[in-house]
């Protein structure tokens, strides 16, 4: 079989990682892999291809910033991977995020109506299905339901500074996501999956496969051991973890519940933007973002309860690492975490009253912590083991390669303008 996956980034970033952990999963099986990309790479198992130019994207952001039309630029770019594509001849395509300033979205859907290519497109967040936003929750807009405009998300990104076209976006995206008949849609949560349903692509099949994680990596170690090498020994931990804490994480609530629960616990969040948190009379503890796996690991395990505030959820890959290492969690309810926690891993909070979560982590931290942790691990096992995941994927691929009865033969090649790799078609 023969696999392209197209996203903005690989081996960079959450979606990034992913695609490459699935490109390396079908080489292992003795499949061809290779995969197109918009804007960061680090280095990969599979054969690279650059979309565009930084030139192209730079462009594309200042269209988008003026305009708001973003993944409608970079015509050219996206028609040289249209004629990449023929020569290449997949059998399947795999989308991931196509926002990112490096595709001409309506391009690069007329040129899948035309190939009959099998695609399937994982959504990590709403953008295909809004006319802006990629993640609506944090304006508690239900527009996209019926039709978008006057968005009330429209500075955020893609952030437009100048024009409001959602309500154009919206009717253009329905018209072109809605034209292929050999589209299966993958959601990383079932949170997900509801919404898709409720959207203008709930023609098409979808179905729900979990992020997978290391679980090597990520799994029960001696916590005092942990809390020892980090310096937290005798202390009840709380932690939390992002990327980079933008507005809508919650790193006010945890600043919140440190007041609260002092002499009790101490607070630690972990990762970028962190510059303005009150350190609250010494209960609360910022760590710079670490990318070191062992190091991060080892903040989980030392951790007592895991908390995530963050309204602005598909999946939660930290709360599924955190279940690995077999810390409870206690998360806010209204997306895809929901979906990842159960009572019998911690708990499920409404809205961002710092006392509740203050009682929910009283709570976690009154139960017998040892089978707690048993739970922990077997929920992940059971939900996130990363081998079992990407054989999902693998399956689907099948799947749809023996509904469809093809292996490329239908494609002919023409235009083939073949980069070296990471090198950007020209």
């Not at 955190?322 to 209204?334: F, H, I, K, Q, Y």
């Not at 399956?395 to 292996?407: F, Q, V």
Request: net charge positive; charged share 25%; aromatic share 8%.
């Amino acid at each position: 079989m023969k696999l392209l996956l197209i996203n903005s980034t690989v081996n960079i970033g959450s979606t990034g990682r992913i695609v490459e952990q699935i490109a390396r999963h079908c080489l292992r099986r003795g499949h061809e892999v290779h995969i197109a990309y918009g804007r960061r790479a680090q280095a990969s198992e599979a054969q690279l291809v650059r979309v565009g130019s930084r030139w192209g994207q730079a462009l594309h952001l200042v269209a988008t910033r003026l305009f708001d039309t973003h993944g409608f630029h970079s015509k050219k770019a996206t028609k040289q991977l249209a004629s990449y594509i023929e020569a290449y001849a997949p059998d399947v395509i795999h989308l991931h995020n196509l926002h990112g300033y490096y595709l001409h979205v309506g391009v690069l859907f007329e040129f899948l109506e035309r190939s009959r290519i099998p695609v399937v497109w994982t959504l990590h967040d709403c953008w295909a299905f809004t006319g802006h936003c990629c993640y609506y929750v944090r304006a508690d807009c239900r527009k996209w339901e019926n039709e978008c405009g006057a968005c009330p998300l429209s500075h955020l990104y893609p952030a437009s500074l100048v024009k409001d076209n959602s309500r154009d976006n919206y009717f253009v995206k329905r018209e072109l996501f809605n034209r292929l008949d050999r589209l299966m849609l993958v959601t990383v949560s079932r949170w997900l999956k509801r919404q898709v349903e409720r959207s203008f692509l709930s023609s098409h099949s979808v179905m729900t496969i979990y992020n997978g994680i290391d679980l090597s990596a990520f799994h029960p170690q001696g916590k005092a051991v942990a809390k020892r090498r980090l310096g937290l020994e005798g202390k009840h931990v709380v932690l939390g973890v992002a990327n980079h804490w933008s507005e809508g994480k919650g790193a006010h609530v945890l600043q919140a519940v440190a007041s609260l629960l002092a002499g009790r616990v101490e607070v630690v969040l972990v990762g970028h933007g962190l510059e303005r948190v009150s350190r609250v009379g010494g209960m609360l503890r910022v760590v710079e973002r670490t990318d070191d796996v062992q190091q991060l690991a080892d903040y989980f395990r030392a951790a007592d309860v895991f908390v995530s505030p963050s309204i602005a959820e598909t999946f939660g890959m930290v709360v599924a690492e955190a279940l690995a290492c077999g810390t409870p969690c206690v998360v806010r309810n209204g997306t895809a975490l929901g979906d990842l926690v159960d009572s019998s891993v911690g708990a499920v909070v409404e809205g961002d009253d710092p006392e509740r979560y203050a009682l929910a982590i009283k709570d976690v931290l009154g139960r017998n912590p040892h089978e707690m942790a048993k739970s922990c691990r077997r929920r992940a096992e059971s939900l996130f083991s990363l081998d079992a995941r990407m054989d999902e994927y693998l399956g689907l691929y099948e799947s749809l390669l023996k509904e469809n009865g093809e292996t490329g033969e239908h494609r002919g090649k023409v235009g083939y303008l073949g980069p070296a790799v990471g090198k950007p078609l020209r």
